[in-house]
């Protein structure tokens, strides 16, 4: 089992970047692909971003691609999310996901209800 713990977050103004932060516990942190969900007010929960296991393989939804950045650190049991260029349509709850079973490859597809660990998230609001 991993408990998962966002941090980072906060309000910006467009064009401002922000990075956010999930601390993992337990070491079998390299053991779970990771990813970063994000929820507006009122929308569902989509898909931002993911990594392997190794970290050597990232995935990005079209909306943030060119503008965010995953990474990973295994020795730290710690996930980031680069964010620069910073939009309105930005604001969110940033959550971060973790899957055992799961490819990072997939997260997109499979979205939400297929990972297994989640934090409590973290608000981003970037205002105009």
């Known amino acids: 089992q991993v408990q998962l713990v966002e941090s980072g977050g906060g309000l910006v103004q467009a064009g401002d970047s922000l990075r956010v932060s999930c601390a993992a516990s337990?070491?079998?942190?390299?053991?779970?692909?990771m990813g970063w969900f994000r929820q507006a007010p009122g929308k569902e929960r989509e898909f931002v971003a993911s990594?392997?296991?190794?970290?050597?393989?990232?995935y990005y939804a079209d909306s943030v691609k060119g503008r965010f950045t995953i990474s990973r650190d295994n020795a730290k049991n710690t996930m980031y999310l680069q964010m620069n260029s910073l939009k309105p349509e930005d604001t969110a709850v940033y959550y971060c996901a973790a899957s055992r079973s799961q490819l990072g490859s997939s997260f997109a597809t499979i979205g939400p209800s297929g990972m297994d660990y989640w934090g409590k998230g973290t608000l981003v609001t970037v205002s105009s």
């Open positions: 990594i392997s296991r190794s970290g050597g393989n990232t």
């Open positions: 337990g070491r079998t942190f390299s053991a779970y692909a």
